[in-house]
């Protein structure tokens, strides 16, 4: 349907007066590049330090454990807080849980800024955990953001470019901090590279958080879809938030979903922790090109995700996509972990980026498949879910493969992530395609 045509809409059971006119915002491009944006500092914020693990493990004199663990608590804070900030999301709406995500991100960088000599480490940790908390405000929000603004052609290419700002924070952080803080050997001089990029990032979010304050409203005035439309008409009384979560925790298909979405995004969380000490460890010296690796996982990975959403918002092709990006998943990992010790650093940038082009390109997927198995239920919880999912298997897999990595070498570590999407791949062939989100929209073009 054209932008601008209203189209007189009658719900189901002939609601007249409840439903509006289904008609698009001009706002809504602002308001996903907005979210977009903070969404990308606080994901830079996450890996800033594992991307030169080896840099900040002398600066403090801590072990390369504890500065992975500042990746984790990322992982760790979000499950506990999870329900309590998709409750929030039901009730107060967008705005609220805006406005709170960007506040806590620009307030976590400024903690980060006590945090410039050797002994205060608890500091950093302390600035690291409130960014961790504002994490818990962004992630959920991609599917929720492309469902209220977005209209029901371009709501999977929205949900992309919704995830796309936190992979572009992720690749940020691969890029810049190798190059803002060579890993020289004088504290004070270290210490003065470090305060750089902690007052850049900064001054970053609390310029994002001022334009939330500015630009960003609750929802259009106008539903931009028959689906959401039907959503806004029913009475609030008839939702109740336990029962949802009960009745997702029922839907054997989004159960099996959750988990394979839980194994794939765990091994790339493990992946992007992991990253520096394993290319330093095949090629010393070598910090900025293993960010620069890092960036070619994220970079491939933001086309396959925007392809992704594309692709399905023409073809609606939910398993299908799903499950051969996986098993491509699969075989990137297997590739990149026989290639890793070949000794030829291109050959690493080549497999990464084929790895990184199906496993990133996975992240909208997901969303979207699970948002068609469980409507009428709101994005917020089941995309909430899938997050709980991937933070658990996250934390799982990044301690056993460093465990690994310590023991019997980086090939052993990456065997394990191998077996863990073989794992997932044989688990999505037998997710069964029920699309209720489609079937609601097809009803009501019907009537």
């Given amino acids: 349907e054209p932008a601008g045509t209203p189209s007189p809409l009658t719900a189901a059971g002939g609601v007249g007066d409840a439903a509006a006119e289904v008609q698009l915002s001009r706002l809504r491009w602002a308001v996903l590049l907005l979210f977009s944006s903070y969404s990308l500092c606080n994901a830079f914020q996450w890996i800033q330090y594992g991307s030169i693990n080896n840099v900040f493990v002398r600066f403090y004199g801590v072990n390369a454990f504890a500065i992975d663990w500042l990746s984790m608590s990322y992982m760790l804070i979000y499950i506990p807080l999870l329900f309590p900030v998709a409750w929030l999301l039901d009730k107060r709406g967008l705005r609220l849980i805006a406005l709170a995500g960007s506040a806590l991100n620009a307030m976590g960088a400024w903690v980060k800024l006590g945090s410039l000599k050797p002994h205060l480490f608890p500091v950093t940790v302390l600035g690291q955990v409130i960014c961790g908390l504002a994490q818990v405000f962004i992630l959920g929000m991609p599917s929720r953001i492309a469902s209220v603004w977005f209209g029901s052609q371009e709501v999977s290419t929205a949900?992309?470019?919704?995830?796309?700002?936190?992979?572009?924070?992720?690749?940020?952080?691969?890029?810049?901090?190798?190059?803002?803080?060579?890993?020289?050997?004088?504290?004070?001089?270290?210490?003065?590279?470090?305060?750089?990029?902690?007052?850049?990032t900064a001054g970053v979010a609390s310029a994002l958080f001022i334009l939330v304050i500015i630009v960003f409203k609750e929802k259009p005035p106008n539903p931009p879809s028959r689906a959401q439309a039907l959503i806004q008409s029913r009475p609030a009384a008839e939702?109740?938030?336990?029962?949802?979560?009960?009745?997702?925790?029922?839907?054997?298909?989004?159960?099996?979903?959750?988990?394979?979405?839980?194994?794939?995004?765990?091994?790339?969380?493990?992946?992007?922790?992991?990253?520096?000490?394993?290319?330093?460890?095949?090629?010393?010296?070598?910090?900025?090109?293993?960010?620069?690796?890092?960036?070619?996982?994220i970079l491939s990975g933001m086309t396959g995700a925007l392809i992704s959403g594309i692709w399905l918002d023409k073809t609606k092709t939910y398993k299908q996509t799903t499950l051969v990006v996986y098993i491509m998943s699969l075989v990137g990992m297997i590739v990149y972990t026989f290639t890793l010790s070949l000794g030829h650093l291109w050959v690493v940038f080549v497999t990464a980026g084929l790895l990184g082009f199906f496993m990133t390109g996975y992240l909208p997927l997901g969303f979207e498949f699970a948002a068609e198995l469980t409507y009428p239920e709101s994005e917020g919880t089941s995309s909430g879910l899938l997050n709980v999912s991937a933070q658990i298997f996250g934390i799982a897999l990044t301690i056993s493969q460093g465990q690994i990595m310590d023991r019997f070498g980086t090939k052993a570590g990456n065997l394990l992530l191998c077996s863990v999407l073989f794992l997932g791949t044989i688990m999505t062939a037998f997710i069964k395609a029920d699309l209720r989100r489609q079937q609601a929209n097809l009803e009501n073009e019907q009537t």
């Fill in 239 to 297: 939702y109740s938030y336990v029962q949802s979560i009960l009745r997702l925790l029922r839907n054997a298909n989004f159960l099996l979903l959750m988990v394979t979405y839980g194994l794939n995004v765990g091994c790339f969380y493990a992946l992007s922790t992991l990253l520096n000490r394993m290319v330093i460890h095949h090629y010393p010296g070598e910090e900025v090109n293993a960010g620069r690796i890092g960036l070619t996982i």
């Fill in 159 to 200: 949900c992309s470019i919704a995830v796309f700002g936190n992979q572009l924070g992720i690749a940020a952080g691969f890029l810049v901090p190798p190059v803002l803080i060579p890993n020289v050997e004088d504290v004070e001089k270290l210490a003065y590279h470090i305060s750089i990029m902690f007052f850049m």
